[in-house]
Every structure is written in C-alpha cells, then in structure tokens.
C-alpha cells in the first residue's frame, strides 16, 4: 500500500508494524554490541556485531530510505561521515565536481583528505550547467550538488545535471540537508545518491547528531555498507532511535518552520538596516522557478546581509529568543555568522567571491511564535 510522507514519517514502510514479541509501539533500543549464534554456519537474527548491523539502526536506515524513495539507506554517526564515507567510492586520480558554495565542513574535507587521497575536487556555480560541462573529463566520476546551497540558498537544477552526468557516464550526487526528504526528493529526480546530515531536520531537536546516504544503485548501496562496516562510522542505536523519534514529526516541523521562516522574510525585506534577503522562497531570488520546479517549498532557512559590522554584532549579542549558535533545522531557531562559524577555513578570496561576506547572516527558523521571534528580530536590530 503506497502511502504519503506523514504517514511515512511515523510508520516507515507501511506493514513494517511492531517489531518484538512485546509488541512495542516505539522501536526498541537494541543496545546490544554483538548478537549470540544458536550453532554454527546458523545466524537465526541475521545481527551479529553493531558496527556492521543493528536492528534499531536499521529501521531508523528503512524510515530514512521511505523518506527519500530509496531502496538503500545507511547511517551514519554524523553528517561528515556520510560525506567521507561517499568520497571513498573514488580512486585516486578522480576527479569531481563540486558546487562552490558547498557546507564548510565539506570543503575542509576536501582539502584535508581527499586531496591527499588523490582525488581532485573543481568548484564551479552549478546551476549554471555550461559551468560543469566546461570541467568534465574522462576522469570526472561525479558532480556533487547542495541545492539550495550553504548558506547562499543558490539553486541547481537536479534533472538537468542529473541528465548531463548520466549521459557523461558519470553519477549525480545531492546533499538534500536544507530541504529534507519531506520537501524534495533528489532521487525522483534522477540523483544517484543523497546525502544527509540527520544533525538538522531529520532528528530536528538540537539534540542529536548523525547522517544518511540513500540510493536506488544497488552496487553503491553495497560499497557503502562495506565502507561503513569497515571504516566504522555507523550510527549508534540510541542516535538512531532519537532519529527515528524526530522524524514521527519532520512534516508538521517542516510545515511550521517554513510558515515561520516566510513571515521573518516579509519582515527581514522591508527593514531598513537589512540589505539583501537571500530566501528560495522570494520570486526575486535567483533560482525560484527551478526551485519551484524540483520541490514542494522552500524551507525555513534565510540568509541576510544587514547594513554594517555594527548592525551584526548588536544582533548576535541582543538576540534572546534565537540563539546565536551553529547548526539549522532544530525546535528551537539559530543565528550564525558564516564567515566566522561555518566557513572559516574557506579562504576568505573565496568567501568574498560567494557572497559570504562579513555582513551576511544565516537564520534557521524553529517552531517559536513567530510574532515572538520577528520582536526578537526587531528588538536586537534596533540601536
Ligand atoms: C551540517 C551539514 C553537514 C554536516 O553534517 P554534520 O551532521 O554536522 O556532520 C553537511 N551538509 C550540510 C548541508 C549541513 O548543513
């Protein structure tokens, strides 16, 4: 029986019912490292060591892989795991291409570790497609894409990178963090694998931290599970069970959050001290019919640049109700300053060229009252 998302939030696969002889609603917490055999060569569970297999960690990887349409899903102890993990299935000599204003944290990646595993990563603005059709080679193997980007909210078009990579032999791969499986689905859309940092939306409490890869490739499936296995990094049951908790609510979050977040926009566009509001929502935004095109919204978080430094330290310091913190997608709403907590280590060239500038704040709108955050907005803005 096919069902829809909210349904699939709470219940998975649908059939997939309780789980254990006691008839637990809530999926039990299998905190268990290893798995006893009856005899040899006779492996009745199928379980038998956590690092590679656990049975909490395993539906919270078949609810995630429902979410996105996937056939495969695997977890990981973070969103960073999930990003090494992926980078592993390329052999020195690769070659891969990159949206320029990609998560911080995967640009140290970059440069930290897979350059000095031989890989070799271009940046380019990919949604613009001459961009990456200008950097294909015959060792290019893929083009990763976050779409809408960190923390720019710049849009690729998925199925039309989607149709170049395939055609070039080469696979499509999509960070969908910002907009979670509840407003996008990147597979349905022709991407191979999609990647998660579980840390925002999905557990979407501030409270936990973890990461998925979903795909239909069977044979990617496989590398990644024997890459998790052997590397280690697979989420923890009790992390996986506090997923699984906070995705029983990922579409009515989801549904506020961004109600919330258009609000702030129409407050943000029109005060006097803001100078640019960078939102997929905004018909002005640069990639609003794209957006439109591949998604079922846009999400609740905002970027904005206000009219000086001074403006921006008086509103990281005044601010009460939103928290001046790293992170996104959580209850409870975070302001950060990029070019100071996400994108230090992007050199600041770089920076500039994107737009991260010293003026530019991301806001991830949370499930507050919103008359009580947009005060919280006006207050701390006022000198
Ligand atoms: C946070 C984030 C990551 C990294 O995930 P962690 O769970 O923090 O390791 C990757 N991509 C995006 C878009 C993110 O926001």
Redesign the pocket.
């Known amino acids: 029986m096919s069902v829809n998302i909210e349904t699939r939030c709470i219940h998975g696969i649908p059939g997939a019912g309780v789980c254990d002889g006691n008839r637990a609603i809530s999926f039990p917490i299998y905190q268990t490292a290893s798995f006893s055999h009856i005899k040899t060569g006779h492996n009745d569970s199928g379980f038998d060591y956590t690092r590679e297999s656990n049975p909490t960690r395993q539906r919270a990887e078949e609810v995630v892989a429902a979410l996105e349409k996937a056939e495969y899903a695997s977890a990981f102890t ?4 999930a ?1 090494s993990a992926v980078m592993e299935l390329f052999e020195p000599e690769s070659e891969i291409i990159c949206s320029e204003d990609l ?1 911080g ?2 640009i140290r990646l970059h440069r930290v570790i897979s350059n000095k595993n031989g890989v070799k990563v271009h940046y380019a603005d990919t949604s613009d497609i001459e961009n990456i059709k200008a950097l294909i080679n015959s060792d290019t193997k893929a083009v990763y894409i ?1 779409t809408p980007s ?1 923390p720019m909210m710049n849009i690729t078009d998925i199925r039309v990178v989607a149709k170049l990579a395939h055609e070039r032999g080469i696979i499509l791969i999509v ?1 969908n ?2 907009l979670s499986p509840y407003f996008q689905n990147p597979l349905e859309l022709g991407a191979d694998i999609v ?1 998660h ?4 939306f999905l557990a979407g409490h501030n409270d936990t ?3 998925f890869v979903c795909t239909n490739n069977a044979g990617l499936a496989e590398k990644i599970k024997l890459i998790s296995k052997t590397s280690g990094a697979s989420l923890a049951p009790f992390d996986s069970w506090l997923v699984m908790r906070g995705l029983k609510t990922l579409a009515v979050r989801m549904e506020r959050q961004q109600e919330n977040a258009k609000r702030i926009v129409e407050f943000l566009k029109f005060h006097p001290k803001i100078d640019h509001v960078y939102y997929p929502g905004l018909p002005e935004h640069k990639g609003y019919d794209i957006n439109i095109a591949q998604s079922r919204g846009s999400g609740s978080m905002i970027s904005f640049t206000v009219d000086s430094i001074e403006t921006l330290e008086r509103v990281l310091k005044k601010v009460k109700i939103i928290i001046f913190a790293e ?2 997608g959580g209850t409870e709403s975070l302001i950060t300053y990029p070019a100071l907590q996400t994108h230090p280590d992007v050199p600041k060239e770089m920076r500039e060229h994107l737009g991260i500038t010293d003026t530019l704040l991301r806001l991830s709108v949370g499930l507050e009252n919103c008359e009580d955050l947009i005060n919280d907005l006006k207050q701390a803005l006022e000198e």
């Not at 973070?78 to 795991?81: F, Q």
């Not at 940092?197 to 925002?200: D, Q």
């Open positions: 973070s969103g960073m795991a990003v998560y944290g995967v976050e960190n960070d963090t910002f990647l940092s579980g840390s925002k931290i973890s990461g992170s996104l």
